[in-house]
C-alpha cells in the first residue's frame, strides 16, 4: 500500500541515498555532491530552500519528489520539481504519477501558476508520462549552467 509523506529532518540519510540512486540512474553519480547535513540545513531550518515528499510502499521508502518554489517575472509563483525518483523495485505502481500529482495540489494549493520540471532526453518513458499528463516541451528555451571555475570567476570580476 502506497503511502506519501513530508520528508522530516530525520529522512536526509534517506534523501541522499536515493538522490545517489538517482544519480547512478542517470549516469552521473560522480557528480553528486550533496551531504546529508547540508540537507539537514538547508531543508529544515529556519528557511527551507526546498520540500521533499517521500513515498511508502508497505513500509519500505519507494522513492521521493524534490521541489521549491521559484518566481516567474511573466506570470508569478511556480513550482520547480527538482527531482522525481522511484526505486526500480517500486516501478508500475503509479508512485511517481503519485508523487507528480501531490507536488501538484501542493502548488494548486499555494497559487502557483505553472508547474516546471526537466528530463534527460533519453529518458523517453518518462517523456510519455510527462506528454500523456499534458505537460510541453519548451523548444525555444535552452538550460543554461554556469559552475565551478566559470562561476567562481564570474563572481570574482564583481569586485
Not at 136 to 145: A, I, P
Request: negative net charge; charged residues 30%.
Amino acid at each position: 500500500m502506497l503511502s506519501i509523506r513530508p520528508a522530516t529532518v530525520n529522512d536526509a540519510g534517506l534523501l541522499v541515498a536515493l538522490i545517489r540512486e538517482l544519480a547512478e540512474y542517470e549516469k552521473e553519480l560522480d557528480a553528486v555532491e550533496i551531504t546529508e547535513p547540508e540537507l539537514a540545513r538547508d531543508g529544515f531550518g529556519h528557511d527551507p530552500k526546498f520540500r521533499a515528499l517521500i513515498a511508502d510502499w508497505d513500509g519500505q521508502p519507494a522513492g521521493y519528489a524534490f521541489f521549491f518554489d521559484f518566481y516567474s517575472t511573466w506570470t508569478g509563483r511556480h513550482m520547480f520539481l527538482e527531482d522525481l525518483f522511484v526505486r526500480p523495485e517500486f516501478r508500475g505502481k503509479g508512485i511517481g504519477k503519485r508523487l507528480m500529482a501531490q507536488v501538484a495540489d501542493i502548488a494548486r494549493q499555494e497559487n502557483c501558476k505553472a508547474m516546471r520540471w526537466e528530463v534527460l532526453g533519453w529518458n523517453q518513458s518518462a517523456i510519455g508520462v510527462y506528454c500523456a499528463l499534458g505537460a510541453e516541451f519548451l523548444d525555444d528555451w535552452k538550460l543554461m549552467l554556469l559552475r565551478g571555475k566559470p562561476l567562481r570567476e564570474l563572481a570574482e570580476s564583481a569586485k
